[in-house]
Structures are given as C-alpha cells and as structure tokens.
C-alpha cells in the first residue's frame, strides 16, 4: 500500500489532487495490480544509498473509501465538499515533500 497524490474526478468533473491510501500489489503473489508499473530509478549519481522508484497508474479507479478526507470529502452519491481553505491540500503537499527531503538524506540538515 501507499499514500498517493491523484488527480479527483467526480460526477465528470477534475476537483484537482488529492491524497489517497491505494494498494500496489496483490498480497499473495505481490505482483503489481492491474494497470500499476512498479520500478527502480537505478544508479544515482552521490544517492546510491538512497532507494528510488516510480510508480505509473494507467486507468486505475480508486474507490472513494480509500480517500484521505480529513480536509475535502467526497459523499456516498458523489458529491464533492472542498476543505474551509482551498489552498489546505497544496500546503500540505509542499510540507510532506519538504519533510520528505529533509528526512532522506541528513546532510540536507546542515543548511
């Protein structure tokens, strides 16, 4: 499983990115499911010690139970409810990379 950054349509409209919880993998065979491609970036010049992959989803429909809605909601008919403040998931979209980058590697810490 993980935390995805997608793109929101409902009732045929983009309601722009959102976080959701998505499983990549069959849990028996752990291959990647049906429309996911599952890599590694490979070497990295200076970051070998760092894993790096990607993910490509191609037509994957996530249901609405796997949405983080702690901001925006999306109700059992498909009625979207925006956050109080619309700028809510970029910033925190922004922090998590921030956290992320600061995380990963320590010397990014001495700046």
């Not at 929101?8 to 993998?25: N, Y």
């Not at 990295?44 to 490509?56: C, S, T, V």
Request: overall charge positive; cysteine-free.
């Amino acid at each position: 499983h993980a935390i995805v950054q997608a793109r929101l349509i409902t009732k045929g409209k983009d309601e722009g990115i959102h976080a959701f919880v998505v499983q990549i993998r069959d849990l028996e065979r752990h291959e990647p499911l049906p429309g996911i491609m599952v890599g590694d970036v490979g070497p990295k010049l200076g970051y070998n010690e760092i894993d790096h992959g990607f993910l490509r989803f191609s037509n994957v429909r996530i249901p609405r139970q796997q949405m983080l809605m702690g901001q925006a909601k999306v109700a059992e008919d498909g009625a979207y409810s925006r956050p109080a403040h619309r700028k809510i998931n970029y910033a925190t979209m922004t922090n998590v990379r921030i956290n992320l980058g600061l995380n990963n590697n320590p010397s990014y810490s001495k700046f």
